[in-house]
C-alpha cells in the first residue's frame, strides 16, 4: 500500500522505519515544522523529519492541514492509509477523508484508558504495573475512534516513563506494520471503544511534578518514575531545585523522616511517608544529570540533611493536577 507517515518526536522514528523497511511505499512524511530548541533558539527539524530525509523521503511541514493546499498534495499522493504516531496535529475532516483506508494511530495505552498526550507518563504515574499500546482508527474525537489491534506491557518496578516509552516506541513499531499488512489484506475488523474505563492523559506540567516526600514510597516512586525524563520531578534543597531522574533498589534501610537524607552503604538514601526510597539519577541545579552517588560524594549531606516539603498550597495543586 502506499503510506502517508505523520509523527513528530524521537518515539515515532521506529515506526517510520519499520514501515519503510516493509512491503509497503512509503510515498511522504508528515511532521511539524521545525521549532526553536535550546537556550539559543535555534530552528531544529524534528526527530522525524530528520530522519526521513535521512532517507530521502518527501517532507511535509504545514503549520495547518486545514489549507486547501495541503489537502491536494495529499490527494495528489494517492494515499492508501495514513499511519500516525505521535504527530502533535489535529487532522480536520477534510484530510481524514483522503486515504481509502482512513488514518490509522498507535497510542501508547490500552484505550479508552490514558487518551491524550502523555499516555505512557500518566500510566506510570497511577503507579500500574502493566500498560500497554493500541492501534486505532483516527476520528475527530481525541483518541475516541475504534480499535484495529492492542498489545499489553509490563511496566518495570524501577521503570521510568523515558524508558517505557523507548521500549514501546520499538514494539509498537512492529505492531503498526502488522496493522497495516492486516489492513491491506482485508483482514482487520474494527472495534468500538469501551465506554468504562475512560482516562485522560493530559500534558505533564512542571508545577505538578514538585515531589512530596510525605507520600508512601510507591507513591512518590511512581512520581519520580512518571516525570522522567521530562519535566522531571523536583524538589528543593538549600533554596535550589534539586531534580530526581531515577532511582535504584536499596541495598539497605534506615528510619528517616521523608524528605530526609543519608548515605548508607555506597547509596543515597532519601525518607518517604513509608520506607526510604534509593536515588538513582539526580540533577542539581545548574548542573547535567548524574548518579546520585556521585553526587553525595562532593556533597557534605550532614549540612544538606533533608529536601524541602511543599508548602500546602503547593501540594494541593500538585494533587489535583495528577487526576
Known sequence: MRVLFAGTPEVAVPSLQALVDSEHEVVGVLTRPDAPVGRRRR???SP???????????????????DDT????LRDLAIDV????AYGALV??????????GWINLHFSLLPAWRGAAPAQRAV????????MSVFQLEQGLDTGPLLATEEVDIGELETAGQLLERMSQDGAGLLRRTVDALGEGQLVATPQSSDGITHAAKLTSAEARIDFSRPAEQVSAHIRGMSPHPGAWTMLNGDRFKILGLEHARATANLDPGQLAAIDGQVLVGTGTTPLALGTVAPAGKRAMAAADWARGTDLSATPRFEPPTSAQHS???GSAS
Do not use: S
Open 82 to 85: 495514513a499511519a500516525v504516531v
Open 43 to 45: 530552528l531544529t527539524p
Open 92 to 101: 480536520p475532516p477534510a484530510a481524514l477523508a483522503v486515504p481509502q483506508h
Open 125 to 132: 504515574l497511577a503507579g500500574q504495573t502493566r500498560t500497554g
Open 70 to 73: 495541503v489537502i491536494q498534495t
Open 48 to 66: 522525524v523529519r530528520a530522519r526521513a530525509d535521512e532517507l530521502g523521503l518527501p517532507v511535509l511541514t504545514p503549520t495547518t492541514l486545514r
Open 317 to 319: 495543586t500538585d494533587t
